[in-house]
T-cell receptor, first 112, second 119 residues
Framework: AQTVTQSQPEMSVQEAETVTLSCTYD???????LFWYKQPPSRQMILVIR??????QNATENRFSVNFQKAAKSFSLKISDSQLGDAAMYFC?????????FGTGTRLTIIP | GAVVSQHPSRVICKSGTSVKIECRSL??????MFWYRQFPKKSLMLMAT?????????EQGVEKDKFLINHASLTLSTLTVTSAHPEDSSFYIC???????????????FGPGTRLLVL
C-alpha cells in the first residue's frame, strides 16, 4: 500500500519569506500523480499544485513550486513571498488510480 | 472552473435519525465522486468511491449499510448516514474527479464539507 509522510506537523514563516514543506511517499508504481492541497480555516480543500511522475520538470504555479525527486520519493512544496492568506493546513497527496492517499498534514503559520 | 458544492454545510440531528448530504459538480460532469471523513486536526479518510450508475465501492471498515451512497447522475452524489449516532459526528467532504485534456489522470476537486453533529 502507498504511504505518504509529512514529517513537519507545524511550520511558521515570516511574511514575504520563503518556506519549504516536506513530503515523502512510498510506492512500487512507476506512473502516478502527486498533489499539494491547502485547507484553510474554512476547511475547504483547495488544490495548490500537481505533478505527474513521468515529468522530470518540476511543477510551478505562481508563488508555489515543487521539488520532485522521483528516485528519492520526495515531493516538497516551496512557497515564495509568503502571504497571510497562505496560512492553512497543507496536505501532500499521492494518486495512482484515482484514489488519493493523504499525508497527515503540516500546519503553516504566517508571522506578520 | 471545477466547482463542487455540498449541502447542507452544517446539520444537527437526533440520534437514530437519517441524514442526507448532497455533493454536486457545478460546472463539469464527474463519473467518479469520493466521500471522505475528517476528524478534528486529522487528515482525510476515504470512505467510498462513487461511480455514476453503479454501486459504490467502500473502503475497508466502512459500513455500507450505515453510509448509503447514491450517484444517480453525472453531477450529483448523495451520502445518507442512516440511524445516526453521536460517534458519526464528523466533518464529511466529497470530491469529484475531473479529467482535463492533456492529462493522463483525473484531479479531484473538493466540496466545502458538511459538519454533522448527532445529539
Amino acid at each position: 500500500a502507498q504511504t505518504v509522510t509529512q514529517s513537519q506537523p507545524e511550520m511558521s514563516v515570516q511574511e514575504a519569506e520563503t518556506v519549504t514543506l516536506s513530503c515523502t511517499y512510498d510506492t512500487s508504481e512507476s506512473d502516478y500523480y502527486l498533489f499539494w492541497y491547502k485547507q484553510p480555516p474554512s476547511r475547504q480543500m483547495i488544490l495548490v499544485i500537481r505533478q505527474e511522475a513521468y515529468k522530470q520538470q518540476n511543477a510551478t504555479e505562481n508563488r508555489f513550486s515543487v521539488n520532485f525527486q522521483k528516485a528519492a520519493k520526495s515531493f516538497s512544496l516551496k512557497i515564495s513571498d509568503s502571504q497571510l492568506g497562505d496560512a492553512a493546513m497543507y496536505f501532500c497527496a499521492y494518486s495512482s488510480e484515482e484514489k488519493l492517499t493523504f499525508g497527515t498534514g503540516t500546519r503553516l503559520t504566517i508571522i506578520p | 472552473g471545477a466547482v463542487v458544492s455540498q449541502h447542507p454545510s452544517r446539520v444537527i440531528c437526533k440520534s437514530g435519525t437519517s441524514v442526507k448530504i448532497e455533493c454536486r459538480s457545478l460546472d463539469f460532469q464527474a463519473t467518479t465522486m469520493f466521500w471522505y471523513r475528517q476528524f478534528p486536526k486529522k487528515s482525510l479518510m476515504l470512505m467510498a468511491t462513487s461511480n455514476e450508475g453503479s454501486k459504490a465501492t467502500y473502503e475497508q471498515g466502512v459500513e455500507k449499510d450505515k453510509f448509503l451512497i447514491n450517484h444517480a447522475s453525472l453531477t450529483l452524489s448523495t451520502l445518507t448516514v442512516t440511524s445516526a449516532h453521536p460517534e458519526d459526528s464528523s466533518f464529511y467532504i466529497c470530491s469529484a474527479s475531473l479529467f482535463r485534456w492533456g492529462q493522463q489522470q483525473e484531479t479531484q476537486y473538493f466540496g466545502p464539507g458538511t459538519r454533522l453533529l448527532v445529539l
